[in-house]
């Protein structure tokens, strides 16, 4: 799977380098899934059905996302404790989405 070298953080695009230094196979998986991290919705093509909301100057942020699509899943070892992390397929940067979300 490619990474791209770049990408956008936060909502002044922004951007950090990517650097991918070890990583095993990836899975593409489409199913119902919840993702522990932080994300923007933004950036999410998908509607979330249940999600956390973090109230936050200049854009909100959400934890706890549950939804049913496409997503990546990566397994990786953090002290000898097996971690999983799931992103959703198709993220992108969508800014005129904000007033559907929370309206």
């Known amino acids: 799977m490619r990474h791209p ?7 002044w695009m922004a951007k ?3 650097d991918v230094l070890a990583q095993e196979v ?14 923007n919705p933004l950036d999410l093509v998908q509607t979330p059905e249940n ?4 109230a ?3 854009a909100s ?3 706890n996302v ?4 496409s997503y990546y899943e990566f397994d990786y070892d953090e002290g000898g404790r097996k971690r999983t992390i799931r992103l959703p ?4 940067y969508r800014p005129g989405r904000n007033a559907r979300l929370f309206a």
């Open 5 to 11: 070298r770049w990408v956008r953080m936060g909502k």
């Open 56 to 58: 936050m100057a200049p």
């Open 89 to 92: 397929m198709e993220m992108s």
């Open 26 to 39: 990836g899975q593409m998986r489409q199913r119902k899934q919840s993702m522990s991290g932080v994300l």
């Open 16 to 18: 950090a380098r990517v």
């Open 51 to 54: 999600c956390n909301i973090v």
């Open 66 to 69: 549950f939804s049913t699509g």
């Open 61 to 63: 942020l959400i934890t």
